[in-house]
């Protein structure tokens, strides 16, 4: 799997030849949608989603993902990251995915229906990980109200959960990734991170659109749990 070119389908652009029956923005989502280079790209490699990039890039940056590596996926409908962490984690790897949604099965992925702060679909995650993760991946966003207070407060509600849950699965030197948006992470979410891992950083991958105020926290080297 590799990400396209930054210019790939430059001068390729598509326009709808009619938008009867659509809104103007949903005309212009169609639009951008034919003419992403990663649209285009994830369509040609066989991938669920452009977001499978974005995991691509970081892993390229940060080397997160390994043979053998054990990896919990939070959130992982429709499961572009899920093939990502699989492909990479291979041979001997493992890779459990849960969400809410339904999600269709990933050839040597484990996929699991329900919500991960269910005690008994956490227990299930980590019974199918075998050990302890060594990377635990959350690309989950919340349905975004336009309004900038509160769309990063409930984004920051998730990646907390998500962190919560890396803290419990991870196993010593292990990492975490979180989406984020641009506005600040909350101190004691920052601050919790930097008692968990030895390095924390912000990344925006190429993948991600320029007008989007998405980032991703990128956390290294877990310290291990305390007691």
């Known amino acids: 799997m590799r990400a396209p070119p930054p ?51 970081i892993d390229g940056k940060h080397g997160l993902l390994r ?44 996929v699991i229906q329900g919500d991960f702060q269910d005690e008994a679909v956490a227990a299930a995650a980590l019974a199918a990980l075998g050990g302890p993760a060594d990377l635990v991946l959350s690309d989950m966003a919340p349905n975004t109200t336009g309004h900038n207070a509160t769309d990063h407060l409930r984004i920051m509600g998730l990646a ?6 890396a803290l419990a699965a991870l196993s010593p030197g292990g990492g975490f990734v979180a989406k984020v948006f641009q506005g600040g992470s909350e101190r004691a979410f920052l601050e919790a991170l930097k008692r968990g891992f030895r390095g924390v950083r912000h990344v925006k991958p190429p993948a991600s659109r320029k007008d989007s105020s998405e980032l991703y926290v990128v956390a290294t080297g877990f310290r291990g749990r305390e007691g």
Do not use: C, H
Not at 16 to 22: I, N, P, S, V
Not at 44 to 54: C, D, N, P
Not at 160 to 165: G, I, N, V
């Open 67 to 110: 043979p053998g590596a054990r990896v919990l996926d939070l959130g992982a409908a429709p499961g572009g990251w899920t093939q990502v962490a699989t492909e990479r984690a291979s041979p001997g790897g493992r890779v459990v995915a849960v969400d809410l949604l339904p999600m269709d099965p990933v050839a040597g992925a484990t």
């Open 7 to 57: 210019d790939g389908g430059r001068g390729l652009s598509t326009r709808l030849r009619t938008a009867k029956g659509r809104t103007k923005a949903s005309q212009r989502w169609l639009e951008r949608q034919l003419n992403d280079p990663y649209v285009r790209a994830a369509q040609r490699q066989g991938l669920r989603s452009r977001a499978a990039f974005k995991l691509i890039e």
């Open 160 to 165: 907390e959960l998500a962190l919560d849950t």
